[in-house]
């Protein structure tokens, strides 16, 4: 099963504009942004813009997402990690088990093979995050349960 993110990536494949051999550039705005609207993988408002697909090289996809003000994720793991980079606001993740952690435009995070993990905005500010995830086997995460309202605050 793919993410939103990375379907909708591989759907904007047409995107590419070629210039030199072995460059790609895919133009701001060429790829259209997706609500993160489904209760399976997102509980508030995020919307998620791919930026590239995954290809024999990388085996890796990205995008950026926006989450408003008590946006986030579900619990979810990643079979090759994920690597997050906090580009605006303020947020929160959180590895199972552990306490939940805040995070700023220019932090850097990474999420090990397997951790079971969620992030998103704070409750009072926006967050938003270029994230990076590696394929295995075409997968590239699993959706888990919802964050509840006890866990999230």
């Known amino acids: 099963?793919?993410?939103?993110?990375?379907?909708?990536?591989?759907?904007?494949?047409?995107a590419v504009?070629?210039?030199?051999e072995g460059v790609e550039i895919r133009p701001n705005g060429g790829t259209p942004?997706?609500?993160g609207k489904s209760p399976e993988n997102f509980t508030g408002t995020a919307v998620i813009?791919?930026?590239?697909?995954?290809?024999?090289?990388t085996r890796a996809n990205a995008g950026l997402v926006t989450f408003a003000p008590g946006a986030r994720t579900t619990w979810h793991t990643h079979p090759a990690g994920q690597l997050l980079f906090i580009t605006?606001?303020?947020g929160?993740?959180?590895?199972?088990?552990?306490?939940?952690?805040?995070?700023?435009?220019?932090?850097t995070v990474w999420?090990?093979?397997?951790?079971?993990?969620?992030?998103?905005?704070?409750?009072?500010?926006p967050m938003a995050h270029i994230a990076m995830t590696?394929?295995?086997?075409?997968?590239?995460?699993?959706?888990?349960?919802?964050?509840?309202?006890?866990?999230?605050?």
């Not at 590696?134 to 605050?153: A, C, T």
Request: proline share 6%.
């Open 33 to 35: 942004s997706v609500l």
């Open 49 to 57: 813009t791919p930026l590239f697909p995954p290809n024999d090289t």
């Open 134 to 153: 590696y394929m295995v086997d075409g997968k590239n995460v699993d959706w888990l349960e919802p964050v509840s309202d006890e866990q999230y605050r």
């Open 17 to 20: 504009s070629a210039g030199a």
């Open 1 to 14: 099963m793919k993410t939103i993110l990375a379907a909708a990536a591989m759907t904007a494949m047409g």
């Open 111 to 125: 999420f090990a093979p397997g951790v079971k993990h969620w992030h998103g905005a704070t409750d009072t500010s």
């Open 88 to 90: 605006s606001g303020q």
């Open 92 to 107: 929160w993740v959180q590895e199972e088990g552990q306490e939940r952690r805040t995070v700023n435009a220019g932090d």
